[in-house]
């Protein structure tokens, strides 16, 4: 009867929308009447407001044009919208923090110094103004190397159609024609032209903006596989979280194939490769190469 009357008339449980879990932690009441509240994941517009008024809390400014607005595009460039319906607010801590790291790197407080320390700047979000005319060189330079290669003909027009397809969204047409699965086995003998390919690909649509990070990462697909039990896929996760919102180039895939034998680590690389696949199908370009009859 004591521990009745000491334990609280009502109690507040809150956690992931797994309602089986909820379940499972309100069942431990003797009286549950509980009233369910999901709350959505927040929008890029909320992310953006949440961050610029933890600022302002903190007591800091915004000049030189750095505005909500930008602060979308800053959200755009970093994280997809899986991430950010995943990590919610929690990615607003991340650019707070940022934003205040960098105003310290670029005015770091000097005696004597008449400067106001509560202003920050684009730079401090990361955002380097880029006139059209610079994008447009990048694009014709990217262009050129890829037309001034002797061969490549069938992969020149993928890469063509790719570009038409860029420039079609840009003119207003639908965005759905690039929100697909970005996922490309590339095949072909030693020393033709593979690597040089994939580079090429993620530089054009880097160019466009369709991948929104300056992120190529290189791997031989035997880098994925772990040196001890559970070691792979945090290995294969990291993988994917450094490519996010650019590519992931995995050379000798075909390495990762047990061929009949007991390798675990083989199993759980392909078993984790697969699912993040699938779970960033439209957030990151994923090219995986290696010879045609192995793969």
């Known amino acids: 009867k004591k521990t009745l009357k000491a334990l609280p008339k009502a109690a507040l449980i809150f956690g992931l929308n797994d309602v089986k879990a909820m379940n499972s932690i309100q069942g431990c009441f003797k009286l549950s009447e509980p009233v369910h509240l999901i709350l959505p994941p927040i929008t890029d517009q909320e992310l953006a407001e949440i961050t610029e008024h933890s600022l302002r809390q903190r007591g800091y400014m915004f000049a030189g044009g750095l505005s909500v607005e930008m602060l979308l595009g800053v959200i755009a460039e970093q994280w997809a919208k899986s991430e950010i319906a995943n990590r919610n607010a929690h990615l607003a801590g991340i650019m707070v923090d940022r934003a205040i790291l960098n105003k310290c790197k670029r005015q770091p407080l000097r005696f004597g110094e008449r400067v106001n320390p509560s202003v920050l700047l684009p730079k401090d979000f990361g955002v380097v103004e880029a006139c059209e005319a610079e994008l447009e060189q990048q694009k014709e330079k990217v262009t050129q190397e890829l037309e001034s290669l002797p061969g490549f003909q069938q992969a020149k027009a993928f890469l063509r159609d790719l570009c038409r397809r860029v420039e079609f969204v840009k003119s207003g047409g639908n965005p759905s024609v690039l929100a697909s ?80 034998r007991k390798d675990g680590f083989s199993s759980e690389a392909v078993h984790t490769l697969l699912t993040e696949l699938e779970n960033h199908r439209s957030d990151v370009l994923v090219i995986i190469a290696g010879y045609k009859d192995k793969m």
């Open 181 to 260: 699965c970005m996922n490309l086995v590339l095949t072909g003998n030693p020393g033709v032209g593979k690597t040089t390919f994939a580079r090429l690909m993620f530089r054009i649509l880097r160019a466009h903006g369709v991948l929104k990070r300056d992120a190529f990462v290189e791997m031989n697909a035997l880098q994925l596989k772990g040196k001890y039990v559970g070691h792979t896929s945090p290995q294969v996760i990291e993988a994917f979280r450094s490519a996010h919102g650019g590519a992931l180039f995995l050379d000798e895939a075909y390495a990762l194939s047990s061929e009949g």
